[in-house]
Structures are given as C-alpha cells and as structure tokens.
C-alpha cells in the first residue's frame, strides 16, 4: 500500500471517528427526526392512495397525521399501565419463583448436584428481566413524549415527498431528467420497511393472542415487546420469547412454560423464514455476523433505541450500497450466504463502457490484443515521413 492510499485510509477512519461522535452527540436531535423519517415512509402508501383517490394532498397528509397520532397516543397509554402493573407485580412473582428455584434444587440434591436457589435467583430475577424490558421502552416512551416534534417533522416530509421529484428535476437542471435510480432506491427502502412492519405487527398480534390464550398476565405488553424486537432478526425472537416463558412458569408451572414456548417457536418459523422471504426475498437480507455488528454499533451510539432501529438502518445503507456502481460489492458482504448457483453481481454499465473504451485505447496504440501475437500488426518502425513542403509564391 503506497503512502497515498495510506492516508486517504486514515482520513476515512478518522472521518468515521467524527461522524459517530456527532452522532452520539447529537442523539436527542438525531433520533427524533429518524423516528418520523420512518413513520412518514411507512406512512407514504397510505398518503399515495388518498391522493390518487382525488384526495387534496394537505386534507391527505391531515388524515394519515391523525391516524399515525391516534394510534401513537393508543399504544403510549396501554405500554405505561402494563408496565407499571407489571411492576408492581415483581415482588409476587419473585417469591414464586424463589420456591420453584427451591423445589428444584432439592430435586437436583436428590442426584449429588448441589445448587443455591439465591444464586439461580440472581440467574432467572424477572425484576432484573424486566429492568432490560423497562430501559428499551423507556427510551421508547421517551421518544413518544417528542410527540409533537416527531409529528411536525413527520407532516413536512410527507408534504416534501409529491414534490420532490420536480425538485430534483429543477436542480439537475433538466426537466427530463431520468430519476429512475432515485425512484428505485425509495421503492425499496419504502418496500423493506412497510413489509418489515406488517410482518413485525403480524408477529406481535400472534404472540399476544396465543400468551392470552394460554393465561399469561399482561398480553398486549408481550405482543408489543414481540412486535418491536422482531425489527432485530434472529436474536430479537429469542429475547422476545424469554419473559413470557418466565411468566408462565411462575404462574402456572413447566406445562404452560412449555406452550407457551412451543407457540412462539411456531410463531417465528412461520413468521421468519416463510411470510417475510415469501415476500421480500432473500435480497433484502443481512447476514448474522453484521446483525449482531448493527446492534453492538448501534446500541452503543443511542442505547435501547438505537438497537431496535440498528437493523433498519444498516439495511437502507446495503439498499443505497446496491444501487452505487462502486459499492455493490460491499453490499453483496454484508447480505446473507448466497446460493451456490447465484451468478456473480454484475458489473456496471459505467464501469463496462469505461473497460471498452479502455481496450479500444490499447489497441489502436499496441494492436490487437484478441489476435494471436503473430497475426497483430506490428506497429511501424520507420519515422513517419514530412508533410509536403507549400509551393514557393509567385
């Protein structure tokens, strides 16, 4: 690696150094107007079809910004009683727990195993599980209590989306300007996110029916804990699944622990790996290992919250990764193991044009290089002659 290469490689390091310290610095700003980015494109459908229903775009963007509202307000008010009932209910499931803990040590002694039921206590507390839980939605809450910023920055982005694509026409000064790449981009970051929800929303609805019908106490708040961590694949599912398996064995034993576990495996085999490929393949995938990278970066900038949204952003950065002639590569890595029979990611136009020109470049200067070496011309050796001398004036 020569010197150039070196510094440019510690300029882009000690650039990223200053782009994630900005962005942890300026969290309570940042994370607000991410927040009602999303809303708005998962808001966008929605917006679209009232206005091709002859709606009036600002009658349009009122009536998505009282639903989106409404059920902001609705979800706001059942996460603050759930939580705070659950809370007050620790103490009773502690001393539950502490004499199934003793139950089972005194079985496990019957075997020569010795155990403590204080220090399996401290292993399986549900007040040390739920204050995991109650950090991840007090951020949460925290970001609802932005309500009216989040809701005033959701309603500019929506008025901004009809006429942003004139905009750009204006500034690329050219009025049939092709925006298929910008369009392309936006379909798919709309595509992921809309699908990702519905499927998490599905998902939540499952788990919080089949917790009440097994008996569990609080449903709703374990259908909305399954709802938001299915936005993390793989690791979400399982920390989603752990307190109301707790819960049930608390309340009722080892038979409905065992439903309730058996539910949520049902749950997220179908959930994960046939509804959701089923509909948005396997392109808009991520790999475990940069999952898991996602959420420890992520997590780390902006705590809880930046966990729950470390997915979806590393995901819009693979679909921009995509969509760029010089990046596609890095965005193949960062996606799940490909098939075997998976051709290889084509290269761009551009860059094949470049290639050509290139080639046709080297052969008018050296020949030929497709003809074996005794078939190229060889290039003249003798000096090329003088242009005629003008004839003499009269």
Known sequence: MGAGAGSR?????????VVVAGL????????PVLFAAFMAIISAPLLFWLQ?????????VT??????????????????????????AIPTYRGRLSEILKSAVAWAAQYNVQLEASELLGYVDPGQAMGWISSALASVAALLSNALFVVLTMVFILLEAAALPRKLRVAMDDPEADLGKFSKIATEINSYLVIKTLVSLGTGLAAGLSVWAIGVDFPFLWGLVAFLLNFIPNIGSIIAAAPPILLALVQYGGGRALAVTVAYTIINLVMGNVIEPHFMGRRLGLSSLVVFLSLVVWGWVWGPIGMLLSVPLTMIVKILLENSDEFRGI??????????????VPRSPTAALRRVLQQRREDTLFGDRTLPPRERPKPSEEPPEPPPEPPPEA
């Open 63 to 88: 009536l998505v910004v009282v639903g989106v509202v409404g059920a902001m307000a609705l979800i706001g008010t059942l996460l603050g009683t759930s939580v705070t009932d659950f809370t007050n």
């Open 331 to 344: 965005a193949v890595l960062l996606g799940p193991d490909p098939p075997e029979d998976e051709p290889a």
């Open 24 to 31: 942890k610095a300026a969290e309570s700003v940042i994370v």
């Open 52 to 60: 091709r229903k002859r709606v009036p775009s600002g009658l349009a």
């Open 9 to 17: 490689l510690l300029l882009m390091l000690a650039a990223l150094v």
